[in-house]
């Protein structure tokens, strides 16, 4: 049981590329989500899909989309990279239920753009 | 949408001492707030969480407090360890997480000192 797992783990991109970070889960969760982490703010939702077939933006989607590609994998994907979306992207899942509420992270990717 | 404000940004105590951490959320619908802690260069893990039925929750050493007529909930460190030296953020959601994500607060660095 892996949990929850990403790829690439570090990524350094030069402005104007693209690429997909890729995520899945291995707990049958209906729930899963793209956060960013940047120095002094927090994590910060970008996109999230409640369940198999949805998708809606977070506080921060400008710049992203995002692919809710079966139930166990969600990706998202920078069309043209930004100095300013240097930061550490962060995948969750959860259940959506009664009983257990928490938010799985994976490891993360580090993604620097120059 | 929801705010979530967290104070102290930095917080150094004695070990063995107590350490508290207090966060404010502005949507009075939210009824879902955990705690996590964060290791330098690592994912965040669930330490704690509440429910907005349940005023004060405890687990071991780890303890949150929640008044939702004041909308501000805490945490409460017990005899602080050397472990315990981490970035802690607080969280909030409507839905218990399950359908929109979490509003970070922008994290407590907690030093214990030896």
């Known amino acids: 049981n892996a949990g929850v797992t990403q790829t690439p783990k570090f990524q350094v991109l030069k402005t104007g590329q693209s690429m997909t970070l890729q995520c899945a889960q291995d707990m049958n969760h209906n729930s899963m989500y793209w956060y960013r982490q940047d120095p002094g703010m927090g994590l910060r939702l970008i996109y999230y899909?409640?369940?198999?077939?949805?998708?809606d933006k977070g506080e921060v989607p400008n710049g992203y989309n995002v692919s809710r590609l079966n139930k166990r994998e969600f990706s998202l994907r920078l069309e043209s990279a930004a100095p300013s979306q240097t930061s550490v992207y962060f995948c969750?899942?959860?259940?959506?239920?009664?009983?257990?509420?928490?938010?799985?992270f994976g490891p993360g990717t580090r993604l620097t753009v120059t | 949408g929801e705010n979530v404000e967290q104070h102290p940004s930095t917080l150094s105590v004695q070990e063995g001492d107590s350490a508290v951490i207090k966060c404010t959320y502005s949507?009075?619908?939210?009824?879902?707030f955990p705690w996590y802690k964060q290791e330098l260069g690592k994912r965040p893990q669930l330490i704690i969480d509440i429910r907005s039925n349940v005023g004060e929750k405890k687990d071991q050493r780890i303890a949150v407090t929640l008044n939702k007529t004041a909308k501000h909930f805490s945490l409460h460190i017990t005899e602080t360890q050397p472990e315990d030296s981490a970035v802690y953020f607080c969280?909030?959601?409507?839905?218990?997480?399950?359908?929109?994500?979490?509003?970070f607060g922008k994290g407590t660095h907690l030093i214990i000192q030896p």
């Open positions: 969750a899942s959860s259940e959506v239920g009664q009983r257990d509420y928490e938010q799985y």
């Open positions: 969280a909030a959601s409507w839905s218990g997480g399950g359908a929109d994500g979490l509003t």
């Open positions: 949507d009075s619908a939210s009824n879902y």
């Open positions: 899909s409640a369940s198999e077939g949805t998708t």
